[in-house]
């Protein structure tokens, strides 16, 4: 396993985290997810993502419980806030009252002291943004917190942030959690020309486009009983994916992914981590042995020819 700077931060994390979202604290049977985080522990992967949203909290708990027996000092964890947690009117947003209600909450879950990275989930346009960040700059001062992020954010509200952070004295966030692939490549535009410009890492979510770039999803009609697609929490957000033309890109990434001696996931997986501002890519497993295949891509550079191969593929 290879390991990155968090942005411009020193925290060093691994190039392949694991998340939970959908997973852990869901339709994966508790003695199986903390089976996964021990082997992925045991592999080398030292970052875990999570957040207070995932099972409304049942995500966090399993996470926790899962890392127990670990040193503290020997991996990173991060979760997120803004998700609604109930039905009040303070129940949801980035406001300091939800953000450090929720802090306290998810540290009594995940059984911690302290969170290594916490997230601002999405954008709040009912919060200033200011409150927002002088209530993570509180949380980072009594110690719950050591570094922050942000997640699904535009370039032009990071920017704004780190503005506000550099003439208020607040800590900068060093962390961005937008999703990136071989299917999703917008973030090349905009999100990584501001990440390099102030220190912010790329923390990456469905690097495998939700699956499909696993390559177990042939024809779109064709939906394996076993896997995300077919479950009622994650059909939504795989729907953007799994089309036709998607597919046959697949397939054509599969070859390139033969020839080099690689698995199409290994292959995905090097291709985001070849962005320098990439500071980790996050995979979602099932299964162990999902674990024990998507870490041999840590450290994989592609070759320029194959790089050029993919980019025809892609266009």
């Excluded at 396993?1 to 508790?30: A, D, F, H, P």
């Excluded at 090349?188 to 770039?213: H, R, T």
Aim: overall charge neutral; aromatic content about 6%.
């Amino acid at each position: 396993m290879q390991y990155r700077r968090l942005g411009g931060s020193g925290l060093k994390v691994s190039e392949i985290s694991l998340g939970s979202w959908l997973t852990y604290g869901g339709y994966v049977e508790k003695q199986r997810a903390v089976q996964t985080i021990q082997l992925a522990l045991d592999s080398g992967i030292t970052f875990f993502d999570t957040a207070n949203i995932y099972m409304r909290g049942e995500a966090e708990k399993v996470v926790g419980e899962a890392l127990a027996g670990y040193r503290r000092d020997s991996y990173v964890l991060a979760t997120k806030v803004w998700g609604p947690m109930g039905d009040g009117p303070n129940d949801r947003g980035l406001s300091r009252k939800h953000m450090i209600e929720q802090c306290n909450a998810s540290l009594k879950r995940l059984g911690l002291d302290y969170i290594d990275l916490y997230y601002c989930h999405s954008p709040d346009a009912t919060t200033p943004l200011e409150e927002t960040l002088r209530a993570m700059d509180d949380l980072i001062r009594q110690g719950k917190v050591l570094y922050a992020g942000v997640s699904n954010w535009t370039a032009a509200m990071m920017t704004e942030a780190v503005h506000i952070a550099d003439r208020k004295l607040l800590d900068r966030i060093v962390a961005s959690q937008p999703p990136y692939s071989l299917l999703r490549r917008d973030i090349e535009k905009e999100i990584i020309p501001v990440g390099l410009k102030y220190g912010i890492g790329q923390v990456v979510y469905s690097p495998l486009a939700q699956g499909v770039l696993s390559g177990k999803y042939k024809p779109a009609t064709d939906v394996p009983q076993d896997s995300r697609a077919a479950d009622e929490r994650g059909k939504q957000s795989i729907q953007r994916y799994l089309t036709e033309p998607n597919l046959d890109k697949v397939e054509q990434l599969r070859g390139i992914a033969e020839q080099l001696g690689l698995t199409l996931p290994q292959l995905a997986l090097a291709w985001v981590l070849r962005q320098p501002n990439v500071s980790s890519a996050i995979i979602g497993a099932s299964r162990p042995e999902q674990v024990t295949e998507n870490v041999k891509a840590s450290g994989i550079v592609i070759p320029d020819d194959a790089l050029t191969a993919i980019d025809g593929v892609l266009q």
